[in-house]
């Protein structure tokens, strides 16, 4: 063991908010979708190329005008050094190992705030999207409630007999 290179590991633990924004909109009338694996999101995430290149720059290991095949590998060797585990009920622990122990933990906080600003994001744009398809199905119930209102304006206005109120008058014409 003390021919081992020296190894330091630093983590964050980051906790998921499990509430929907548009959950208690929809409350009783549709069901909010809920991404119930967070270690799978947080591995796309953190596994992305621009998440990575992002990483790979602040941690200044690799010049930028590198050629694409050293990127490559350098993606390839953060990818090995990070870790994504789920601690239950609703927390990810993000791990980054490296050889400087200040790196390790100035990445590991990096890693948190990207990914922290990357879900909030998703998460913004998924009650966007939510919100706007909402808002296209009021609209289109609305006009249906319009044309529907107006037909039968038009056929009340052709068929007199066919008023509020009237069947009593039919019913006594009848008897």
């Keep these: 063991g003390m021919a081992w290179p020296k190894t330091y590991s630093s983590?964050?633990?980051?906790m998921f908010d499990e509430k929907a924004i548009i959950q208690p909109l929809m409350?009783?009338?549709?069901?909010?979708?809920a991404a119930t694996d967070r270690a799978r999101l947080a591995r796309e995430v953190i596994n992305s190329r621009s998440f990575l290149n992002q990483i790979i720059e602040f941690a200044g290991v690799?010049?930028?005008?590198?050629?694409p095949l050293a990127w490559d590998l350098e993606r390839e060797r953060m990818r090995k050094r990070i870790s994504i585990a789920t601690?239950?009920?609703n927390l990810i622990?993000?791990?980054?190992?490296d050889k400087d122990p200040q790196r390790a933990y100035d990445v590991t906080a990096k890693m948190a705030d990207l990914f922290i600003q990357e879900?909030?994001?998703l998460k913004a744009n998924e009650s966007s999207e939510a919100f706007s398809f909402i808002d296209e199905?009021?609209?289109?119930?609305h006009q249906k409630l319009v044309e529907a209102e107006r037909n039968l304006?038009?056929?009340r206005s052709e068929n007199l007999d066919a008023r509020p109120g009237t069947d009593a008058a039919i019913s006594t014409r009848i008897s």
Excluded: H, L, N, S
């Excluded at 409350?27 to 979708?33: D, K, P, R, Y």
């Design 11 to 14: 983590y964050v633990t980051v």
């Design 27 to 33: 409350e009783g009338a549709a069901v909010a979708t």
């Design 62 to 67: 690799m010049p930028t005008d590198a050629d």
């Design 87 to 89: 601690i239950p009920p």
């Design 93 to 97: 622990r993000i791990e980054y190992r």
């Design 119 to 121: 879900t909030r994001d």
């Design 137 to 141: 199905q009021v609209r289109e119930y």
């Design 153 to 155: 304006k038009d056929f």
